[in-house]
């Protein structure tokens, strides 16, 4: 294996390569491929959670308990590609690298060997990274390590290759007094990732759009406090079992904090129906349960995961309040990277996250709340919200008035 430093490279001894990017933060992964002239041919050749695919190269997420991963077969890629770009940036809007430096790790993709590792040094302001290259150079494929930093995110790196970042549409004409004949059809657009929206302008004053709402049709939705989505996707409700993950780490190395996940659930006129937590791991005629209790908050991954079958639930269920306690007494202010994740349950897909980016010396926090509409569909909305209390009971009436 070999420790690689900026600029160094070393010749790929496997058709099949596989670069996974870890950090201690989450990461969004990409690969780019290019052509001689440094540019992506399309828009097709940007790979990444939402276009996780293209021809030799694929993306593979770690589903928040291993790093995600580009996988790159040379001998499957187009004449005319001769480089593939592996990206990074923190999952948490506006998050640089500093303190948070990401290590890459080139494998084998069919043994698993390691062949590289390479670790950027000195980053500060950086929001993103051309972390690595996968390039050709006299017909033999080889890995550079690069490390090159953008302090505009993600958008910096789709400009500089050619990835078209403008994804709003033009505004439709004002109707004109005499028709105009059709329009030619347009021609189709690549999946979008959301992370590339250049930042908007002021807006002037103007009439609310018609519809405010986020939802699930351009996929993983990162939440901030207090945003709302919408669980649609493709014009249909996902009234199917969805699970609540939710995870924490210790904010000093080598402290243990035994926090408890919990959810509430209520009715319509905020009527306390049940709770489910560690000593009640199902509820509501088997519609929600809870994976037990976390002692300690150690280890990758989820450390609670509560499952709420939607299409199951007693009609009189309107609300679902996720919370998060400390029956040990530690306060927030102790804890580190406290998330929750709402997760497709048949498929494992991450539809919605949110980061709890703030804390207070509280023991108790509200993270998430699913609200059902008078249309049937459910909305989720991230809280973050600290109450004193340390077990769910106390946090029922504080989480009734937030409904």
């Known amino acids: 294996m070999t420790a690689m430093t900026p600029g160094s490279n070393i010749p790929l001894t496997a058709t099949r390569v596989a670069v996974d990017v870890a950090a201690p933060v989450r990461l969004d992964v990409s690969g780019l491929l290019l052509g001689a002239n440094g540019k992506v041919r399309s828009d097709d050749d940007f790979i990444f959670y939402n276009q996780p695919a293209g021809p030799g190269v694929t993306y593979r997420s770690g589903g928040g308990t291993a790093p995600d991963a580009i996988l790159v077969d040379t001998g499957a890629l187009p004449a005319g590609v001769e480089r593939i770009v592996v990206t990074a940036s923190p999952d948490a809007a506006g998050q640089t690298f500093q303190g948070v430096e990401p290590t890459a790790t080139i494998r084998d993709a069919d043994g698993g060997a390691v062949l590289a590792t390479f670790t950027p040094p000195r980053l500060a302001t950086e ?24 302090a505009n995110g993600l958008a910096g790196i789709a400009t500089d290759f050619g990835v078209s970042v403008d994804e709003e549409p033009a505004a439709p004409p004002a109707p004109a007094a005499q028709a105009a004949p059709p329009a030619p059809p347009a021609p189709p657009v690549a999946p979008v990732d959301p992370r590339l929206a250049p930042p908007a302008p002021a807006a002037p004053p103007a009439a609310p759009a018609a519809t405010g709402k986020i939802n699930l049709d351009k996929g993983r939705v990162n939440l901030q406090k207090n945003q709302t989505v919408s669980l649609v996707k493709g014009g249909r409700p996902l009234l199917s079992q969805v699970k609540m993950g939710l995870g924490w780490e210790p904010a000093y190395r080598g402290k243990d904090i035994d926090l408890d996940a919990s959810v509430i659930a209520y009715g319509p006129q ?14 509501l005629n088997g519609s929600v349960k809870h994976s037990g209790d976390n002692l300690t908050g150690e280890g990758a991954g989820d ?15 309107s609300g679902l309040v996720f919370t998060v306690n400390s029956f040990s007494g530690q306060k927030f202010t102790e804890v580190a990277k406290a998330y929750c994740r709402l997760i497709d349950a048949a498929t494992g897909e991450e539809l919605v996250r949110f980061d709890l980016t703030t804390a207070e010396p509280q023991t108790g926090v509200m993270m998430a709340k699913l609200i059902k509409q008078f249309s049937g569909e459910w909305e989720m909305t991230a809280m973050g919200e600290f109450v004193k209390s340390r077990t769910v009971r106390g946090m029922v009436k504080p989480a009734a008035q937030a409904l």
Not at 270 to 283: A, M, P, Q, V
Not at 304 to 310: T, Y
């Open 303 to 317: 450390d609670e995961v509560i499952v709420v079958d939607l299409g199951r639930l007693p009609a009189e269920v």
């Open 127 to 150: 929001t993103a990274l051309v972390v690595v290259e996968i390039y050709l150079r006299n017909g033999a494929w080889k890995a550079r390590a690069v490390g090159q930093g953008y």
């Open 270 to 283: 905020r009527n306390h129906l049940d709770s489910c937590y560690f000593g009640k791991l199902t509820i």
